[in-house]
């Protein structure tokens, strides 16, 4: 029929049959087909994966050649055909959307909307479906949520936006958390990576402290938040089933978190989770499921590797020494802490907490002659990261912390070991901080503190309810540090206190090649709802970018404490911290083994397992079996720092033994029983 109206069409009005014809094959493409309340859209062209999108009743259907989503727009519950298996998500709950509306907490649920409209959407490379809601009572909040396939490997994309007026969003869990009854193993990049089974008998939390019974502690209310080493190194996360898997990238991280829960005996349940920023939602935010029909741990680890070096998270260590080759100089040298004056504050909590260890001092020139010793005993190589040079010592009135301890022998004292490290062929690197800001600091004023939004609320702010947590007004404190109480500096002001720092040390002849910026990795950025300082978790970030360039600009060398994935292209090495539950992966070191250096005790087996440099205590005694762990751990390092970590396995089912494999061919076997290594070809 059609075919007959447009050969007539063309006759009578003389458009050319080859238009007809090309309108003919692309009418389908767009086409709406209704049949008793069922919708049919198919897409072909554009490049776009070859996607069919269909509605019956209330159930969308989006249909690809590998993937098949199903979502009702009742109770938004999803469910997805990977391949061979199928992944549920739970429907939607009370509370999966919180808004603040006049000043209070409302939580709602998503799929209590009153208004729905849910319509197909193809932006051209993904195809899929888009549902705006809104009339939740009381509230003029309009949302935008869009599931869409994209890609040869379809994977599952999902956004979520907002029009908000009057209400701010404070909190959507969308997409919602995996049912994971029947999954084996969730993965986690807690710390440096844990593989989490389903079964796992202990409670676990990410962030909250547990007690002696493994039962989480009732008085922490820290949160799940993104960029806190402890609940999220990389932003993702994984389940296994079988021999399938499947994985969630954040690709919106700066105002993130996600959903958590695992008691005694299981089952982990985890999903996104999106954060308020300064109050609103504000910007549109991602997350990708990405699918496997076979594939494990090592294999989303590989996929979020792809991601970071498409999105410019991983940069090669080789490309940092090319630009600075100070960091080459790093690569198999030994590191270690050391520590000049400890002097708690008499005003502080810790006074009385610790009472033996108040007071101790090291003169720098004492320093001095034990790294002549240490020169002298074989340690060839080693970075000094120096502690407790400020003026009070260790965490003292930062960010306000020179002249440098003038009981330890001041400018001068401090000048000499600088030019004692310098002659035994040692590099001098400074631990420094720039976000705890003491109230005793010379330069301490309220307005340059960070304020949360509102006097009403408990503290909010890293880390929590864990240090002793307080607050004046807008302003949170803590109390636990050797230096007593403090607030948080708003990130705007650090760069200048950090400039100010170290051209004094530069006026005075002190050169350090590096600089250990504490903190700065572990914890998560710092919003600021200061009108005068205002400032996002995002812009938060960028501010401690500005520290670390500046520092590699003109030191050269940059450390941080632990490392969470935005800090990777501006370190070049970070301290490790240990996982106390769960199964320990190194789902980092598959990610960015070959992008920085992380630090191991030279007798921690794990040092060896991923290949890391070797840092020692101040208490370490450097003699001969001492320095025969260490030249290990460093040989391996400097084989190792370059290459990728291709694989990890576990080769008993009581997880006792276990092996990495490197690009080169190098395979290092441990056996925690044994407490042995076999690292192939041994280290010569």
């Given at each position: 029929m059609?075919?007959h109206?447009?050969r007539?069409?063309?006759?009578?009005?003389?458009?050319?049959?080859?238009?007809?014809?090309?309108?003919w094959?692309?009418?389908?493409?767009?086409m709406?087909?209704?049949?008793?309340?069922?919708a049919?859209y198919?897409?072909?062209i554009?490049?776009?994966p070859?996607?069919?999108?269909?509605?019956n009743?209330?159930?969308?259907?989006i249909?690809?050649?590998k993937?098949?989503?199903?979502?009702?727009?009742?109770?938004?519950?999803?469910?997805?055909?990977?391949?061979?298996?199928?992944?549920?998500?739970?429907?939607?709950?009370?509370?999966?959307?919180?808004?603040?509306k006049?000043?209070?907490?409302?939580k709602?649920?998503?799929?209590?909307?009153?208004?729905?409209?849910?319509?197909?959407?193809?932006?051209?490379?993904?195809?899929?479906?888009?549902?705006?809601?809104?009339?939740?009572?009381?509230?003029?909040l309009?949302?935008?949520?869009?599931?869409?396939?994209?890609?040869?490997?379809?994977?599952?994309?999902?956004?979520?936006?907002?029009?908000?007026?009057?209400e701010?969003?404070?909190?959507?869990?969308?997409?919602?958390?995996?049912?994971?009854?029947a999954?084996?193993?969730?993965?986690?990049?807690?710390?440096r990576?844990?593989?989490?089974?389903?079964?796992?008998?202990?409670?676990?939390?990410?962030?909250?402290?547990?007690?002696?019974?493994?039962?989480i502690?009732?008085?922490?209310?820290s949160?799940?938040e993104?960029?806190?080493?402890?609940?999220?190194?990389?932003?993702?996360?994984?389940?296994?089933?079988?021999a399938?898997?499947?994985?969630?990238?954040v690709?919106t991280?700066?105002d993130?978190?996600?959903?958590?829960?695992h008691?005694?005996?299981?089952?982990?349940?985890?999903?996104?989770?999106?954060?308020?920023?300064?109050?609103?939602?504000?910007?549109?935010?991602?997350?990708?499921?990405?699918?496997?029909?076979?594939?494990?741990?090592?294999s989303?680890?590989?996929?979020?590797?792809?991601?970071?070096?498409?999105?410019?998270?991983?940069?090669?260590?080789?490309?940092?020494?090319?630009?600075?080759?100070?960091?080459?100089?790093?690569?198999g040298t030994?590191?270690?802490?050391s520590?000049?004056?400890?002097?708690?504050?008499?005003?502080?909590?810790?006074?009385?907490?610790?009472?033996?260890?108040?007071?101790?001092?090291?003169?720098f020139?004492?320093?001095?002659?034990?790294?002549?010793?240490?020169?002298?005993?074989?340690?060839?190589?080693?970075?000094?990261?120096?502690?407790?040079?400020?003026?009070?010592?260790?965490?003292?009135?930062?960010?306000?912390?020179l002249?440098p301890?003038?009981?330890?022998?001041?400018w001068?004292?401090?000048?000499?070991?600088?030019?004692?490290?310098?002659?035994?062929?040692?590099?001098?690197?400074?631990?420094?901080?720039?976000?705890?800001?003491?109230t005793?600091?010379?330069?301490?004023?309220?307005?340059?503190?960070?304020?949360?939004?509102?006097?009403?609320?408990?503290?909010s702010?890293?880390?929590g309810?864990?240090?002793g947590?307080?607050?004046?007004?807008?302003?949170?404190?803590?109390?636990?540090?050797?230096?007593?109480?403090m607030?948080?500096?708003?990130?705007?002001?650090m760069?200048?206190?950090?400039?100010?720092?170290?051209?004094w040390?530069?006026d005075?002849?002190?050169?350090?090649?590096?600089?250990?910026?504490?903190?700065?990795?572990?914890?998560p950025?710092d919003?600021d709802?200061?009108?005068?300082?205002?400032?996002?978790?995002?812009?938060?970030?960028?501010?401690?970018?500005?520290?670390?360039?500046?520092?590699?600009?003109?030191l050269?060398?940059v450390?941080?404490?632990?490392a969470?994935?935005w800090?990777?292209?501006?370190?070049?090495?970070?301290?490790?911290?240990?996982?106390?539950?769960?199964?320990?992966?190194?789902?980092?070191?598959?990610?960015?083994?070959?992008?920085?250096?992380?630090?191991?005790?030279?007798?921690?087996?794990?040092?060896?397992?991923?290949?890391?440099l070797?840092?020692?205590?101040?208490?370490?005694?450097?003699?001969?079996?001492?320095?025969?762990?260490?030249?290990?751990?460093?040989?391996?390092?400097?084989?190792?720092?370059?290459t990728?970590?291709?694989?990890?396995?576990?080769?008993?089912t009581?997880?006792?033994?276990?092996?990495?494999?490197?690009?080169?061919?190098?395979?290092?076997?441990?056996?925690?029983?044994k407490?042995?290594?076999?690292?192939?070809?041994?280290?010569?």
């Amino acid at each position: 029929m059609m075919k007959h109206f447009f050969r007539a069409f063309s006759g009578r009005f003389k458009v050319p049959a080859l238009y007809l014809s090309l309108l003919w094959w692309l009418l389908p493409c767009y086409m709406q087909a209704q049949q008793e309340g069922t919708a049919v859209y198919t897409n072909t062209i554009f490049g776009a994966p070859e996607v069919t999108v269909a509605r019956n009743g209330s159930v969308w259907t989006i249909t690809g050649k590998k993937q098949i989503v199903r979502f009702n727009e009742k109770d938004f519950l999803i469910h997805i055909k990977a391949g061979p298996e199928q992944w549920q998500l739970f429907p939607s709950q009370p509370g999966d959307l919180v808004i603040e509306k006049d000043q209070k907490e409302v939580k709602l649920r998503l799929s209590d909307a009153t208004v729905k409209h849910t319509e197909y959407f193809n932006t051209g490379y993904s195809v899929g479906i888009k549902l705006t809601a809104g009339g939740w009572k009381g509230s003029g909040l309009k949302l935008f949520f869009t599931m869409a396939l994209e890609g040869p490997s379809e994977e599952l994309v999902f956004t979520t936006a907002a029009e908000e007026k009057g209400e701010g969003v404070q909190r959507i869990d969308w997409p919602a958390a995996l049912e994971a009854s029947a999954v084996d193993y969730t993965l986690l990049s807690n710390i440096r990576g844990v593989l989490l089974p389903r079964n796992w008998p202990k409670a676990y939390h990410p962030i909250r402290t547990s007690e002696k019974d493994g039962t989480i502690t009732s008085t922490d209310r820290s949160e799940v938040e993104s960029n806190v080493i402890e609940s999220w190194s990389m932003s993702w996360w994984g389940f296994q089933k079988g021999a399938a898997a499947m994985m969630v990238i954040v690709e919106t991280p700066d105002d993130a978190a996600y959903q958590f829960h695992h008691p005694a005996g299981g089952p982990t349940v985890i999903g996104p989770r999106w954060q308020e920023s300064l109050g609103k939602l504000r910007y549109p935010r991602t997350a990708r499921f990405c699918f496997f029909d076979k594939g494990n741990y090592v294999s989303m680890a590989k996929r979020y590797r792809q991601y970071a070096i498409e999105s410019g998270l991983f940069v090669p260590l080789k490309n940092k020494v090319a630009i600075q080759p100070e960091v080459g100089a790093l690569i198999g040298t030994p590191i270690v802490r050391s520590g000049i004056l400890t002097n708690y504050n008499p005003e502080g909590a810790r006074w009385n907490r610790d009472p033996d260890s108040r007071h101790s001092v090291v003169s720098f020139d004492e320093k001095a002659r034990e790294f002549r010793r240490w020169k002298d005993a074989g340690l060839k190589k080693l970075m000094v990261v120096l502690t407790g040079w400020p003026k009070l010592g260790y965490d003292r009135q930062h960010p306000d912390v020179l002249p440098p301890a003038p009981e330890a022998g001041g400018w001068q004292g401090m000048r000499r070991l600088s030019d004692t490290l310098r002659s035994l062929g040692y590099l001098l690197g400074l631990h420094d901080q720039y976000r705890d800001y003491y109230t005793d600091a010379p330069s301490f004023d309220t307005q340059f503190a960070i304020h949360e939004a509102s006097a009403d609320r408990p503290p909010s702010v890293f880390p929590g309810t864990r240090f002793g947590d307080s607050k004046q007004g807008v302003i949170p404190y803590m109390d636990y540090w050797d230096g007593g109480k403090m607030s948080y500096l708003n990130g705007r002001l650090m760069l200048g206190h950090m400039k100010k720092n170290y051209q004094w040390l530069f006026d005075h002849q002190i050169q350090p090649q590096a600089s250990y910026l504490d903190v700065f990795g572990y914890v998560p950025p710092d919003e600021d709802f200061n009108p005068q300082n205002r400032l996002t978790r995002t812009g938060a970030l960028n501010e401690r970018k500005k520290l670390y360039l500046w520092a590699k600009a003109h030191l050269g060398i940059v450390g941080t404490e632990t490392a969470c994935d935005w800090t990777v292209p501006y370190v070049d090495f970070s301290s490790p911290l240990r996982a106390r539950n769960g199964i320990t992966v190194p789902l980092w070191d598959l990610v960015y083994h070959d992008a920085l250096l992380t630090t191991y005790n030279p007798d921690d087996l794990y040092g060896l397992l991923n290949a890391g440099l070797p840092q020692f205590g101040r208490n370490t005694k450097v003699d001969a079996a001492s320095l025969a762990l260490i030249e290990r751990m460093s040989r391996l390092n400097k084989r190792l720092a370059f290459t990728e970590m291709t694989n990890h396995e576990f080769l008993n089912t009581d997880f006792t033994r276990e092996r990495t494999t490197f690009e080169d061919g190098t395979t290092v076997t441990i056996d925690w029983n044994k407490k042995s290594v076999i690292i192939n070809p041994e280290i010569k």
